[in-house]
């Protein structure tokens, strides 16, 4: 079965523009999860959706936002771009059914450079 | 919150040998969850293992075992006759409610032919 797919594998930008990037999961998972790993900070949960809805969300500026279609692709996208948002966002499906979930599959990854 | 600790930063081995990569945890849930990921240099998370604060037995998988021990907090990994292939970062991640993951700091394995 296809696993995640995370659109585009790298991607850089300029500071003060914007970015969005994408995430397709697996099929039939209708949880999607994003994170942000740098050198500095290591690995951190951004937010997570579940059917169009946004059930959790990190500690990160108001720039940071995603959003979740009906087919369960997902969507984040960082405005007004700093040089600190250099980092490799990552996105996981998962599945879960009445409460009792069955793993995470994590996409490739999209490495973002802010120059 | 849950805490995640893994207080090796980088592990040095030498092929075929077996190695114990250590974490600890910390939190006030009665159920929850611990992952092993490993991150090779591609940037993908690979899946290894899973340990459920339920489960009765220790988890394994293939060449991969969780040392489980509630009452120290601790779910260390074991790679039985480590490969070249084994060389890679490895995290130990808790897992938050149902939608969050909590990620240790990783430790970067490599191993020596």
């Known amino acids: 079965k296809a696993g995640v797919t995370q659109t585009p594998r790298y991607l850089i930008k300029t500071r003060g523009q914007q970015v969005t990037l994408s995430c397709s999961p697996i099929s039939g998972h209708r949880s999607v999860s994003w994170y942000q790993q740098t050198p500095g900070q290591g690995l951190q949960f951004l937010f997570e959706?579940?059917?169009?809805?946004?059930?959790n969300k990190g500690n990160f500026p108001g720039r940071f936002s995603g959003r979740q279609f009906s087919n369960s692709r997902s969507e984040m996208n960082v405005s007004t771009l700093e040089l600190g948002d250099s980092a490799l966002y990552l996105c996981?499906?998962?599945?879960?059914?009445?409460?009792?979930?069955?793993?995470?599959?994590f996409g490739s990854g999209t490495r973002l450079t802010v120059v | 919150a849950q805490k995640i600790t893994q207080t090796q930063p980088g592990m040095f081995v030498q092929e075929k040998e077996a190695v114990t990569l250590d974490c600890t945890y910390d939190t006030s849930d009665p159920s929850y969850g611990l992952f092993w990921y490993k991150q090779p240099s591609s940037g993908e998370m690979i899946f290894l293992i899973y340990?459920?604060?339920?489960?009765?037995q220790n988890a394994t998988e293939g060449r991969y075992s969780l040392n489980f021990q509630k009452a120290r907090k601790s779910a260390n990994l074991v790679i039985s006759a480590s490969q070249l292939g084994d060389s890679a970062m490895y995290f130990c991640v808790g897992i938050q409610g149902a939608q969050k993951l909590v990620f240790g700091q990783g430790t970067r394995l490599t191993i020596n032919p």
């Open positions: 996981a499906s998962s599945l879960a059914i009445g409460g009792q979930f069955y793993g995470y599959t």
């Open positions: 340990q459920g604060s339920y489960d009765q």
């Open positions: 959706y579940f059917s169009e809805t946004q059930r």
